[in-house]
T-cell receptor
Framework: DAGVTQSPTHLIKTRGQQVTLRCSPK?????VSWYQQALGQGPQFIFQ???????QRGNFPDRFSGHQFPNYSSELNVNALLLGDSALYLC?????????????FGQGTRLTVV | SQKIEQNSEALNIQEGKTATLTCNYT??????LQWYRQDPGRGPVFLLL?????KEKRKERLKVTFDTTLKQSLFHITASQPADSATYLC????????????FGRGTQLTVWP
């Protein structure tokens, strides 16, 4: 049973560019949440997708957008990259939109903006 | 907004001793509190979950307590081993539908032989 998989694992982009990160949830899970983790900080919630819709959003600008596909996989898009967007981006999957059980995280995508 | 504080950024203890990590929160009382382990460059891995109506939970060498009056959770690792060295994250879930997790910044634990 595959867990949560994210791609790519590492990425280097130039300021002003756009990036797309991908996530496949754990088998049987239908909800995907995205988190940003800066160095030395805890993960910060970006948004959550359930039934192909953004259901909840954290305090992130509109440059951050996403999508969920019918197979429950998800993409995170960031436009007009800033140096401050450099971080580990984590995808977490769960079932039914709830977080009253454990969240399964992927290994993350390390994004470096230069 | 929800604020979570983990008492120290780093904790160093000797192998065999008990490590105690603290998580304090303000504002809203969570319905669930979770602890995760994170190794460098990896995603967090779930360890334990405790509900607001539970006082204590155990799993092997791990124990977590939850005091809603003090707004505090304690996480204990007994008989610690060097392999327990990692960053431990506290996360709160408020219980609303389609809820999100609020994370603390973590405590980096180092267990030396």
């Amino acid at each position: 049973d595959a867990g949560v998989t994210q791609s790519p694992t590492h990425l280097i982009k130039t300021r002003g560019q756009q990036v797309t990160l991908r996530c496949s949830p754990k088998s049987g899970h239908d909800t995907v949440s995205w988190y940003q983790q800066a160095l030395g900080q805890g993960p910060q919630f970006i948004f959550q997708y359930y039934e192909e819709e953004e259901r909840q959003r954290g305090n992130f600008p509109d440059r951050f957008s996403g999508h969920q596909f019918p197979n429950y996989s998800s993409e995170l898009n960031v436009n007009a990259l800033l140096l401050g967007d450099s971080a580990l981006y984590l995808c977490a999957s769960s079932l039914g939109g709830f977080q009253n059980t454990e969240a399964f995280f992927g290994q993350g995508t390390r994004l470096t903006v230069v | 907004s929800q604020k979570i504080e983990q008492n120290s950024e780093a904790l160093n203890i000797q192998e065999g001793k008990t490590a105690t990590l603290t998580c304090n929160y303000t504002n809203y009382s969570p319905a669930y509190l979770q602890w995760y382990r994170q190794d460098p460059g990896r995603g967090p891995v779930f360890l334990l979950l405790i509900r607001e109506n539970e006082k204590e939970k155990r799993k092997e060498r791990l124990k977590v307590t939850f005091d809603t009056t003090l707004k505090q959770s304690l996480f204990h690792i007994t008989a610690s081993q060097p392999a327990d060295s990692a960053t431990y994250l506290c996360a709160l879930y408020r219980g609303s539908t389609l809820g999100r997790l609020y994370f603390g910044r973590g405590t980096q634990l180092t267990v030396w032989p």
